[in-house]
Nanobody, 120 residues
């Protein structure tokens, strides 16, 4: 079964940096897109950063200039480098991978999430 797994969350002070990691169970070229989402308490899940197969990156306005999404194909890992963190970045961060199945349907694969807490 195809899966993704996040790691690297934790507690960081405001202004600090953190790098999360997402490990995929299959080669990353088999996905149409890879992304990071987050969900803060009482809020809807939102897309933070997205990376297409072609290498195009997209960011939420709230993280532009602070977060950078990248991937290591050989290690099958997706990273967000998160800098200048603020308490508003506190959330559970999820890795998401999108692929097209053998039958042509879209499949979104989610990890269990990793908690990021930014203290003021």
């Amino acid at each position: 079964q195809i899966h993704v797994e996040e790691s690297g969350g934790g507690l960081v002070q405001a202004g600090g940096s953190l790098r999360l990691s997402c490990k995929t169970s299959i080669g990353m070229s088999r996905f149409n897109a890879l992304a990071w989402y987050r969900q803060a308490p009482g809020k809807q899940r939102e897309m933070v950063a997205r990376l297409s197969t072609g290498g195009t990156s997209t960011y939420a306005d709230s993280v532009k200039g602070r977060f950078t999404i990248s991937r290591d194909n050989a290690a099958k890992r997706l990273y967000p480098q998160m800098n200048s963190l603020t308490p508003e970045d506190t959330a559970v961060y999820y890795c998401s991978a999108t692929r097209t199945t053998y039958w042509g349907s879209r499949q979104d694969i989610w990890g269990q999430g990793t908690q990021v807490t930014v203290s003021s």
